[in-house]
Structures are given as C-alpha cells and as structure tokens.
C-alpha cells in the first residue's frame, strides 16, 4: 500500500509517522525523532480521522454560510474595527499546533498588516517561561540540545517533567540508553511519583516551587566545592558573581529536600561531566517560571556544560509546532524570525521585506491580558485559531465570559463543537492533520513535513489559505496572495537570512533550494551543527549571562494545592483523542490524586467524589487515593470540558497568576478547599447514542460500542427512567427495570427490538460493576434480565481498566498474570502481550509488578 510520510500532531518528539488513506499508521523508521516508534496516541491516531463530529462548513451564527461571504464579512468586522477603535481593538490568539505557515502568515498580517502585536498563542502557557530564560541567558531564544545528547548523557535531571507520559517516544529512547548503559543516572524532580519517576535512580519530591532554591544551592555548591569552570566563564559568560553571590543568599532548604538528598544530588552533579537537565511545566508553569529557567541555565554555564555532546539544558517543547511558533515570532513579544520587536533596526529590516504599509512597534497583549482586555470591552474583534482558551487559560469561566463580551468572534477548528467554538460569532471549518500540508519543527529544531494523505473533507480549507483570503479581502493582495504552502515557506527561509544578518542564531539558509514536496527531516542550522560549545551567544558581546535569581518565599496556606497537568492517552481537551475508545479506557473519568492521609481526614473513600472550590469557582471530581501524591497537595488532569463533562474542567478554579517576566499562567498551583461530594445516588450508564454529562454531576466518555457516562446527584430525581431516557438520548425503546431487595439499587435495561441500546445502573454507593462488560453487551441482543443480571457483570471477568491501550490489556488481567508467575514487563509482555506494541505502558507495567506485595487495599 501507498503510505505517506508525516509527523505525528500530537507532542514536541516530532516523531515520523507513514499514514495510509484506510487508516493505517506506522512509525517511520527512517525518521531521527523516533526511528519507527510510536507512543499510544500516536499509534491510535487512525481512530481519530473520521469526520464524527468535525466541522465541514462554515457557520454564521450557527447557520451555515457561504465561503465567500463569510471571508468578506471577516474582513469588514476586522476593518470596521480597527477604523473605529485602531490597531489595538483587534486580536488573534494562536497555537503551537497551527502549522509554521499558518504561523507565519497570522503574524504577518496582524504586526505588519494591520500593525498591531495583538497576537498571543498558547504558547503563552507552555513554553513563555523558557523563551524569556533563554532570552535572558543566551540574547535569543535557542534550544541548543539534541536527542542524541539524551542517550550520551551519564545525568539526566528531569525537572518538572512527566516524560513517560508526555514524550514517551524521548522517554523510551532514554530507557534504552540506561539499559545499554546501566551507569547512566536519572533524577527526577517533581513533587509527586508520576510514570516518569520510576525509572529514575533519585526522586526529589521537592516542594512547591522549590525549583529556584535547588539549583541556587547547587550554584553556591558548585563556587564552593571548586568546580567551576573558570575558563568557559572567563572567555564567554557575564554575571558569573552576583548570581553566584545571590545564589549564596537562598537557603536551599526551601526546596523541601533533606541535607542529605541536597548533598547526594550536589555531589553527582557536580562529580558528573555530561550533564543534560531536561525541564517542562514544572518549571515553565509557575509565578518563578522564568528565574527557574535561569536557575538551571546559570548552573550549565557555571560549568560549561553546555553545547558539548552529552550535555546541557533542554527545555522539551509540548505541541508539534511549539518550536515552529517561536522561530517565526507568533509570541505578542516577538517579531519575526527571533528578530525583536524593540529594535528599530529589525522592525525596519522586516518591513522593508514584508513591504508593509505599517509595523507594531511594541508588544502587543500576551495572552492572560488578551482576554482581561476582551473582559474590559478593548477588543471588538478576536480571531482564535487551533486553541481552545475557555477550556485551558485560568479562570476558565471568566475567559468564557470574556470571550461572550467581544462583539465579533471568529473561531477556526476542526471540530463542530468545542468550549470556544460554541462562544463563537463565525465558525471556520479548517483542514485537519492527514488533509493540509506544512511544516513542523520539533523539540530539537528539526523541521518536518505534514504531508496529507486523506481527501480534503467538505468545505474545509487548510488555516494558512483562510487566513491569507481574509488578508487579501482586508486589502493586502500582494503580500497575501501565495498559492501554496510551499510558497509561504520560501517566504519565511527568505527573511531568515535577514535574521541571520543581523547575526541571529535562526538561520535557515539550508533551506533556500528545499525540495518542499521531498524535504526530508532537517535540523537547522545544519545537521550536526552545535551551538555555544565555543560560546558565540547573542548578546551584543557574544557572552552568555548568568542572571541573579532569587527562590520566592514559601508561601504557606492551611488549604489544598491543586497541581495540574496530563494523561498519558489524552491530548488536551480530547477533541481528537477523545474519540478514540482504547485511549480513553485508560483513565475513563476526571480524577483528582489525593494522599490516603487526607482522604481519610476528609472520610473519602475509594469511588467517592470529591468537590473543589475557591473563589473562582467549583469543580467535582472522582477521588483517586493514592500516595503518589503528598499531603496537602492534590493533582487532577487538565482535560475535561464542558464537552464532556457537567464539572470537571480544573481552570474553572485557577486563579490568573502569571510569571512577571513571560505572563505564564501559574497553572501547577491552585489554591482550593476539598471536601467529600455529598452524592446521595451515583449512575453509570452505557448507551449506543451519544450520552449526556448534563446532570448534577456527569462525565461521559467513547467506548468500543458507544458511549458511557459516570453520574451522581444530590437529590433523588421522581422518576429514573426520565432521567435515563433524558441523558442517554432514548425517546424510544423499551424499558426494564430491575430493583434489588432494598429498593435501593435500581437498574433500567433499553431495548429497541431485541437489541440493547442503552444500560442505566444507580446505587446509593459509588456503582460497583464490570464497566466493560456493561458496554460489551450494548448493540448485542442481550434479554433484559441477563444484561442487568449481577452486580459486577455476574461471571465475567473484568479486566479493568485499560493500562496497555494498543492492545487493551487490563489492570486485572495483568495482576492475574503477576499471580501466575510473570515477574518481569518481558514476562508479563509475554504472558498477556501488554506493552509489545508501542511500549508507552512499560513504566506502569513495572510499576503493578512492583507495588503488587502490597497490600491492595485502597483499590
Ligand atoms: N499525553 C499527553 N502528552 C502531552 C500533552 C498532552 O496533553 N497529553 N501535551 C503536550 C504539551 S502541550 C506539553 S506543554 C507537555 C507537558 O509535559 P510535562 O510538563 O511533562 O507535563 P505536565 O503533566 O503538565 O507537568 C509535569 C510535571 O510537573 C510537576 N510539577 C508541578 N509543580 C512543580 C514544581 O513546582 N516543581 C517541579 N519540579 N515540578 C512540578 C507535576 O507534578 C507534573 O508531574 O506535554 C506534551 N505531551
Ligand atoms: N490547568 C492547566 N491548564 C493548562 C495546562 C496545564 O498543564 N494545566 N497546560 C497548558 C498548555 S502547556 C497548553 S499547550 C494548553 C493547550 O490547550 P489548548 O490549545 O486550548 O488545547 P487543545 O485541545 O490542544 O486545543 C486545540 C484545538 O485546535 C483544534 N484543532 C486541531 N487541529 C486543528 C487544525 O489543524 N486547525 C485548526 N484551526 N484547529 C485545529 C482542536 O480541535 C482543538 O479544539 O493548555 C494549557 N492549559
Ligand atoms: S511521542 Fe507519541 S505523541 Fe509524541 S510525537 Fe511521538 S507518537 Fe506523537
Ligand atoms: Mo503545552
């Protein structure tokens, strides 16, 4: 079969991917990210490119509209506003995950079309941090590792990571580096015990924000203990003493570790050479986001580690275009192609390129400001692209209603109904991942092809040609008229080279005669090129800076911290992975992590609910009891919406903290009260139709054979049929109902003919049963009393929940197995074939064969 090489749309990894029209994915072997390995998105991505629910014309209104007319509307709101308000009353709000030349040309137009830097991207939330630390430190905002770098390392830091989940194609490649060579170390530290944490030697569960007090105390070790590197600071590093003497001055103790694990830590970095400290949004989500970047920095220059094979920082990216986003300057700070939008003499360069009547001469609004802005009634037209900010900016409700106060909002997806879309004024249906064609570049500067391999689905178009129509329409016909994407690429390695002049390090010159159609993947500046092993940084002397930084005060509050983040099998907020059956089997429901210890202070038990709230708002979620987490310190998934969910969407409850320096959001450390859910019933429901989360509580999700739904209310509804019929979307069909002794536990089988097409179980108590046995039987010509026969599906084993998603494996399958005698993941791989697919499920799979001694009494 014809298979088309591509890149996976998921995380920063980038890896390789060949896709076949019929839905067939393989990994690319050929490709460097992954060498033909895929994690269990990306080998589930065929589940998600059907059209269910994809959006497929534009909509007015929510009426669908004409193409044309609705371009041209586009651009009178957009004009109107900007005549009657100026430049400033109109705003785009983006995402890594548009393609570079999506990316580029939205820049284009808005900071030199209509000469506003009103245009923010998600990026704001997830890598702001470290550009501005690497802006700080370097003069511009390069990554300078690699992959390899990982595998030659003999340390690897993980800092605010959880990369088995979040990059686990990178994490594998680490795995198997340690394997070969078991000398090689790994620490990790992040407050909680996460998939990652198990293949690390050293676990630091440092405290909140303790990131800037860590490494100031391993400066000061460093000074201290002679192992500087006076040399590289001599000839290519500024402000080596005051960081170090600030550095003196925090008390590492703050960062929650014990003398003992500081010192053992101090001792095997500094007694290390290859060093490679990898950091994510435990570092780059946090009021001292920025000063954390640069707390590691200071510690890689002080030793000149950095730029050598085997060492150095290493900021991963998150989104498939992350890295992409910031080379072209989608960042409201940045101009174009990290040319700044202070500098007079690069506004003057890159208009004089665009040919622009105009040119934004300072930031414009990040993206927290963005949307206050849209609160206060500023912004009269918001254009938001490939994102969906009601569901992932803090104080999700307020964005939501601040989105409601703009009077003209455009939004572009590919889906019909998200949390943002359905605030909008103006749909526009764009191409999807397999359907438009694009570059990417990954979390080591290596740009990818997108290439398409499925037909165009109605009306879509591809977001780059959107935009440019609507930039033609608003009057810019020449620098907007390109006639493929291949086009805007040339366009931006042209100004490149302008970049490059002004002796920047984005330097795209290998691309200047690019095959477009046969571009292999390519890591710029050039393939093997290393960046600051001989210093050459960007500041106008050339040196590196190291910056003072100080830990912030511990900030100590009687409540609960609510820290946040991802799962392994879903991508943000599920409109793509969500409709995958087998990746949302493995962790089916919105959840928060609690410490036994507090559970019990709170008289939660397992399958209890748990309610959340503070000032901002509420949420409800299901108790996971787990020491994973520590006291005081609760973790819930950033995922649900209101999509899926009637309560579980966390940024509902964080507050709009940002890093002074970069405007992140804070997003890792919310301030909230728990206390038991007081449910008096709990539901479960699976149906065939596309079930409701609209009840008190309610969080819905796909299965093989439909749609289930995990429910619970206050009060008694009169009557539970009504309820059911309601939820489940079942006008017709038969009902049974079965009522056990104590007329407490009632359950309601639907039938249409013969067939079941809907199951309804409701108990006082958290609803025990065989969850997949109850979808099993949905669309089967079960009779009525055998499908609600038993409490836990009668004599069916249950498997559980999904750990191995490529080959649906369950958690009980695989304790079964581990009673039997597999006493290795080799062994259990054998015995039940989990983890021999794509391998993302390893990390658990040791982790159930080690904790299985344990008494199991919490699960
Ligand atoms: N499966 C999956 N993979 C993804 C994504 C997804 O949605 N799903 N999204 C992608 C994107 S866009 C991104 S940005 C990346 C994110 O990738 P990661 O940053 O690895 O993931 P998170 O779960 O957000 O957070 C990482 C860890 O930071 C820890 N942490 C919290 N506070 C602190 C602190 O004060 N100090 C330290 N040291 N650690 C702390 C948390 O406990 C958490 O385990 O993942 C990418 N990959
Ligand atoms: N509490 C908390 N909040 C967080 C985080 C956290 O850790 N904790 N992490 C933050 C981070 S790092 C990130 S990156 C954000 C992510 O948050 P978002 O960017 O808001 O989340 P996504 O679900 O990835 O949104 C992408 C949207 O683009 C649509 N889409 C997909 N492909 C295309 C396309 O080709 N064109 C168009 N036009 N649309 C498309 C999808 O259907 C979806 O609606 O969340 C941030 N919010
Ligand atoms: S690690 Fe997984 S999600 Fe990330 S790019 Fe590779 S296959 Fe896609
Ligand atoms: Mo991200």
């Not at 810019?476 to 994407?485: C, I, L, Q, R």
Request: glycine content about 10%.
């Amino acid at each position: 079969m014809n298979l088309t090489k591509t890149v996976c749309p998921y995380c920063g990894v980038g890896c390789g991917v060949l896709a076949g029209a019929d839905g067939t994915i393989k990994g690319d072997p050929e490709h460097p990210a992954n060498f033909g390995r895929l994690c269990s998105k990306g080998a589930a991505l065929g589940e998600t490119i059907d059209l269910e629910g994809r959006l497929l014309t534009p909509k007015v209104n929510g009426k669908d509209a004409d193409w044309d007319e609705t371009l041209d509307l586009i651009a009178e709101q957009f004009n109107t506003a900007i005549r009657e308000h100026g430049p400033d009353s109109v705003a785009f709000y983006l995402s890594g995950q548009i393609l570079t030349e999506d990316y580029y040309v939205a820049n284009k137009l808005m900071k030199g079309f209509i000469g506003s830097a009103n245009v923010d991207t998600n990026s704001r939330l997830c890598m702001a941090s470290s550009v501005v630390g690497h802006k700080r430190a370097f003069g511009t905002d390069t990554v300078p590792g690699t992959y390899e770098d990982l595998e030659q390392a003999d340390l690897i830091v993980l800092v605010g990571s959880n990369l088995a989940w979040c990059h686990p194609v990178l994490h594998h490649r680490i795995a198997a580096a340690k394997a070969e060579r078991p000398n090689m170390r790994i620490v990790n530290i992040d407050p909680r015990k996460t998939a990652t944490t198990d293949l690390a030697d050293i676990h630091l569960r440092i405290a909140k924000d303790g990131d800037v007090a860590l490494f100031n105390g391993l400066l000061a070790h460093l000074a201290d203990t002679g192992a500087l590197n006076n040399d590289y600071i001599r000839d290519h590093v500024e402000g080596g003493l005051p960081a170090i003497t600030q550095a003196r001055l925090d008390d590492p103790s703050e960062s929650g570790l014990t003398p003992q694990e500081l010192s053992d830590f101090y001792q095997l970095w500094t007694s290390t050479q290859k060093v490679v400290t990898v950091y994510s949004q435990g570092v780059n989500q946090s009021e001292s986001g920025s000063d954390k970047v640069n707390a590691i920095l200071n510690c890689h220059l002080a030793t000149g580690r950095i730029g050598t094979p085997g060492c150095g920082p290493f900021s991963v990216t998150g989104q498939p275009n992350a890295m992409g986003g910031r080379e072209v300057g989608g960042l409201a700070n940045m101009l174009a192609n990290h040319l700044d939008i202070e500098n007079p003499d690069h506004r003057d360069c890159v208009q004089n390129f665009w040919n622009s009547p105009t040119m934004s001469t300072q930031a414009g609004l990040k993206a927290v400001d963005m949307f206050q802005a849209c609160a206060d009634g500023k912004i009269k037209a918001l254009w938001v692209i490939s994102t969906n900010p009601a569901v992932s900016l803090p104080d999700a409700d307020g964005v939501a209603e601040a989105i409601k106060k703009v009077p003209f909002v455009v939004v572009s997806d590919i889906m019909a109904r998200t949390d943002t879309g359905d605030l909008a004024d103006v749909l526009l249906p764009a191409t999807g991942w397999g359907e438009k064609d694009g570059t990417v570049t990954n979390s080591e500067r290596r740009i990818s092809r997108q290439r398409a391999f499925l037909p165009v689905p109605g009306q879509a178009r591809p977001d780059w040609e959107i935009i440019c129509d609507v930039g033609v329409r608003m009057g810019w016909k020449d620098a907007f008229t390109f006639a493929s994407p291949a086009e805007v690429f040339a366009e931006y390695v042209a100004l490149s080279s302008a970049s490059a002049d002004f002796g920047r390090d984005l330097d795209l010159s290998i691309f200047a005669d690019a095959d477009y159609a046969n571009l292999i993947p390519t890591q710029w500046p050039k393939d093997g090129k290393r960046f600051f092993a001989d210093g050459g940084f960007y500041h106008p002397d050339g040196k590196a800076r190291m910056l003072p930084v100080c830990a912030p005060t511990p900030c100590e509050g009687d409540g609960f911290i609510l820290n946040t983040g991802r799962n392994r099998d879903q991508w943000h907020t599920m409109t793509r992975t969500g409709k995958a059956p087998r990746l949302g089997a493995h962790l089916a429901e919105p959840y928060v992590e609690i410490h036994p210890v507090d559970a019990a202070k709170l008289d939660i038990t397992a399958g209890d609910l748990i309610e959340l709230s503070n000032p901002k708002g509420t949420s409800v979620l299901r108790a996971l009891i787990t020491d994973r987490t520590t006291e005081r310190q609760l973790f819930a998934p950033m995922h649900w919406t209101r999509q899926q969910s009637s309560k579980a969407w966390v940024n509902n409850l964080a507050s709009s903290v940002v890093d002074p320096f970069s405007g992140q959001p804070a997003s890792k450390n919310i301030n909230v009260t728990a206390r038991r859910y007081g449910a008096s019933w709990y539901g479960y429901a699976a149906g065939l139709n596309p079930i409701s989360p609209d009840c008190t509580y309610g969080a819905i999700s796909r299965t093989l054979t439909g749609w289930q739904g995990e429910f619970a209310g206050l009060d008694a509804p009169e009557n539970w049929e009504a309820l059911a019929r309601d939820l489940m979307d079942i006008g017709q069909g038969d009902v049974s109902e079965v009522r056990d002794n104590t007329g407490q536990q009632t359950r309601l089988a639907f039938h249409d003919g013969d067939q079941v097409i809907g199951l309804f179980f409701i108990s006082p108590k958290p609803v025990s049963l065989s969850r997949s046995h109850a979808v099993s039987l949905i669309g089967t010509e079960t009779p009525p009393l055998l499908a609600l026969a038993g409490q836990s599906g009668a004599d069916q084993p249950d498997p559980g929940a999904t750990i191995c998603a490529c080959l649906n494996v369950g958690v009980n399958t695989l304790r079964q197995a581990i009673a039997d005698g597999a006493n290795s993941v080799d062994a259990l791989g054998d015995a039940t074939s989990a983890g021999t697919n794509c391998g993302s499920c390893k990390p658990e799979l040791a982790r159930l064969l080690a904790d299985f001694q344990l008494p199991m009494a919490a699960e």
